[in-house]
């Protein structure tokens, strides 16, 4: 992959962020500078490390399990039908509320600790994998099936053969979509509730009207969020080998 | 052999409703092919080939007034399934399959450990020639090769009637006649028993010891005709006066059922 592109965006983006803030006097309250970031991430590294790390653990708990039980369920409906029929109108009436609106009461159900945050990355991803695993699973047509029916395959043999490797480019839409929502509902709920995480770093500055340390904070989200992303790519390559 | 030859049709008839409204797809077909037979089909479209085709190879049922006898035996709900190798119109390669596992599906299905189907299908390879090609996916072939692939996939599924629905039907001419000559040149060295659609008329007689003509919707068997031109044959064969003039009566036959599906869609 070429990094040079984006690598000469991010400079100009940085030096553009410089020129404003000495341009039109931006007091460092509302607008600090990049060089003053980093400085405040380098003053206390371990704070913004382990709450990152903390704020990693859950997403990644939390997107796995999810993903895992809408792919399981997806699977289950495509070779049971009636569960397609019985569950997936419920599956898209709780998936259109945004998922951060249960917050509150997973807060209420699961405490303050990190099990609250699991389950909402956890509530976060399932649907759209579990979505998109189903289209992904229906996409075969109609000749497809017969081939291999004409073959002698059994439903679990086109499972299996056609229907679970045609998914794999729908299931990979489906978690890219997850991961990013799974990261924010884990970090909004640290900011609502919680003992720990770069999501709480960031509420406690915003509390004492800390402006830089909120920059902090969310460029330490933001690089945490990028290499969760990168290794999700390359995790996507595996699943879609072919193309 | 059983005196019905290897697949019998008998008075075969195929139904849709939907609606309240009747569909006649097929009305009463009825035909014999002989093992080792290179029987081809050709009709108008929306003749119900493909129809008659899903029949044969066991996805489609037939109604019950009718019988479709494999090797002597009365085939009745879904009987057929893995008894024929079947190739659709269009080559279905698994684009995240090598050409090499593509060709090797069928065996897979049948329970072959994958690394014996792998050396079978390796085997053939060259024959079909695609030496060299083993590894690559199906994205990287011209539509020639794709669809000898599909071929190679059909043939690995050794059944002794293949069933092949226009497998030439998306390639350029001279492809075309280049795969048809060597289509004859492999059956002539694998000896199956092979219906073969087309709906092209040079193809149907070029390849075929008989041509079977389809009437228009609803479909029936308008006509049986033998050829007796000589084998191995050479794309020579289609300037002889005996080719000719099967072609001049089939066109005949041909033209008129395709005037009536023309008038009856417009």
């Given at each position: 992959m070429?990094?040079l592109?984006v690598?000469?965006a991010?400079?100009g983006?940085l030096?553009l962020?410089?020129l404003?803030i000495?341009?039109?006097r931006?007091?460092?309250?509302?607008?600090?500078?990049p060089?003053d970031?980093?400085t405040?991430?380098m003053e206390?590294?371990?704070l913004?490390?382990?709450?990152m790390?903390?704020?990693?653990?859950?997403?990644i708990g939390?997107f796995?399990?999810?993903a895992a039980?809408?792919?399981?369920?997806?699977?289950?409906?495509?070779l049971?039908?009636?569960?397609?029929?019985?569950?997936?109108p419920?599956?898209?009436?709780?998936?259109?509320?945004?998922s951060?609106?249960f917050?509150?009461l997973a807060l209420v159900?699961f405490?303050?600790?990190?099990?609250s945050?699991?389950a909402m990355?956890?509530?976060a991803v399932v649907?759209v994998?579990?979505l998109?695993t189903?289209?992904g699973l229906?996409?075969?047509?109609?000749e497809?099936i017969?081939?291999?029916r004409?073959f002698?395959?059994?439903?679990?043999?086109i499972?299996?053969r056609?229907q679970?490797p045609?998914?794999?480019?729908a299931?990979v839409?489906?978690?890219?979509v997850g991961?990013a929502?799974?990261?924010?509902a884990?970090?909004?709920?640290?900011?609502l509730?919680?003992?720990?995480?770069i999501?709480?770093i960031?509420y406690q500055?915003?509390v004492?009207?800390d402006?830089?340390?909120?920059?902090?904070?969310?460029a330490?989200?933001?690089?945490?969020?990028?290499?969760l992303?990168a290794?999700?790519?390359?995790v996507?390559?595996r699943l879609?080998?072919?193309? | 052999m059983p005196?019905e030859g290897l697949?019998?049709?008998?008075?075969v008839?195929?139904r849709?409703h939907s609606?309240?409204t009747?569909?006649?797809?097929?009305?009463?077909?009825d035909?014999?092919?002989?093992p080792?037979q290179?029987v081809t089909?050709i009709?108008?479209?929306g003749?119900g080939k493909?129809t008659?085709?899903n029949?044969i190879?066991?996805?489609e049922?037939?109604d019950?007034?009718?019988?479709?006898?494999f090797?002597?035996?009365p085939q009745?709900h879904r009987?057929?399934?893995g008894?024929?190798?079947?190739m659709?119109?269009?080559?279905l390669?698994?684009?995240w399959?090598t050409?090499?596992d593509?060709?090797?599906?069928a065996l897979?299905i049948e329970?072959m450990?994958?690394?014996?189907?792998?050396?079978k299908?390796a085997?053939?390879?060259?024959?079909?020639?695609l030496?060299?090609f083993e590894?690559?996916y199906?994205?990287?072939?011209?539509?020639?090769?794709r669809?000898?692939?599909?071929?190679?996939r059909?043939?690995?599924f050794e059944?002794?009637?293949?069933?092949?629905d226009?497998?030439?039907?998306?390639?350029?001419?001279l492809?075309?006649?280049?795969m048809?000559?060597?289509?004859l040149e492999?059956w002539?060295r694998h000896r199956?028993?092979v219906?073969?659609?087309?709906?092209?008329i040079d193809e149907?007689?070029?390849?075929?010891?008989r041509v079977?003509v389809?009437?228009a919707?609803?479909?029936?068997v308008?006509c049986?005709?033998?050829?007796?031109?000589?084998?191995p044959r050479?794309?020579e064969v289609?300037?002889t006066?005996?080719?000719l003039?099967v072609k001049?009566?089939?066109l005949?036959i041909?033209e008129?059922?395709?005037?009536k599906t023309f008038?009856?869609?417009?």
């Amino acid at each position: 992959m070429n990094l040079l592109p984006v690598t000469v965006a991010l400079a100009g983006l940085l030096a553009l962020w410089e020129l404003a803030i000495a341009l039109f006097r931006v007091p460092g309250f509302v607008l600090p500078r990049p060089l003053d970031i980093a400085t405040a991430v380098m003053e206390n590294p371990g704070l913004y490390a382990s709450g990152m790390l903390l704020t990693a653990l859950e997403a990644i708990g939390g997107f796995a399990a999810g993903a895992a039980l809408g792919f399981g369920l997806a699977v289950l409906m495509v070779l049971f039908r009636p569960l397609e029929r019985a569950l997936v109108p419920i599956a898209i009436a709780i998936s259109s509320v945004p998922s951060i609106a249960f917050i509150p009461l997973a807060l209420v159900w699961f405490g303050l600790g990190p099990v609250s945050k699991v389950a909402m990355a956890a509530l976060a991803v399932v649907f759209v994998v579990l979505l998109n695993t189903l289209n992904g699973l229906k996409r075969p047509d109609r000749e497809a099936i017969n081939l291999l029916r004409s073959f002698g395959a059994g439903r679990l043999g086109i499972l299996w053969r056609l229907q679970l490797p045609a998914a794999m480019p729908a299931v990979v839409t489906g978690l890219r979509v997850g991961l990013a929502r799974s990261t924010i509902a884990v970090i909004v709920a640290e900011m609502l509730g919680a003992y720990a995480g770069i999501g709480q770093i960031i509420y406690q500055a915003t509390v004492q009207v800390d402006a830089l340390h909120v920059w902090a904070g969310v460029a330490v989200a933001t690089a945490g969020s990028l290499l969760l992303n990168a290794v999700l790519v390359a995790v996507d390559r595996r699943l879609v080998w072919w193309s | 052999m059983p005196a019905e030859g290897l697949l019998a049709l008998r008075n075969v008839w195929k139904r849709f409703h939907s609606g309240g409204t009747e569909t006649v797809a097929l009305h009463d077909v009825d035909f014999v092919i002989e093992p080792g037979q290179f029987v081809t089909l050709i009709g108008p479209s929306g003749c119900g080939k493909s129809t008659l085709f899903n029949i044969i190879a066991g996805l489609e049922e037939p109604d019950g007034d009718g019988s479709v006898l494999f090797q002597g035996q009365p085939q009745r709900h879904r009987d057929l399934l893995g008894k024929v190798s079947f190739m659709p119109q269009k080559d279905l390669l698994f684009p995240w399959r090598t050409v090499l596992d593509n060709a090797a599906l069928a065996l897979e299905i049948e329970g072959m450990p994958r690394k014996a189907a792998r050396q079978k299908a390796a085997a053939l390879f060259p024959e079909f020639g695609l030496q060299g090609f083993e590894k690559h996916y199906p994205r990287q072939l011209s539509g020639g090769m794709r669809q000898r692939v599909a071929l190679m996939r059909t043939f690995l599924f050794e059944r002794e009637l293949l069933l092949l629905d226009e497998p030439f039907g998306a390639l350029d001419a001279l492809t075309r006649s280049m795969m048809q000559r060597w289509l004859l040149e492999i059956w002539a060295r694998h000896r199956r028993t092979v219906l073969f659609i087309t709906h092209d008329i040079d193809e149907a007689i070029f390849l075929g010891d008989r041509v079977i003509v389809m009437s228009a919707r609803p479909g029936t068997v308008r006509c049986d005709e033998r050829v007796d031109l000589p084998r191995p044959r050479s794309g020579e064969v289609m300037l002889t006066p005996q080719f000719l003039d099967v072609k001049r009566r089939l066109l005949a036959i041909v033209e008129e059922e395709s005037r009536k599906t023309f008038s009856a869609s417009a």
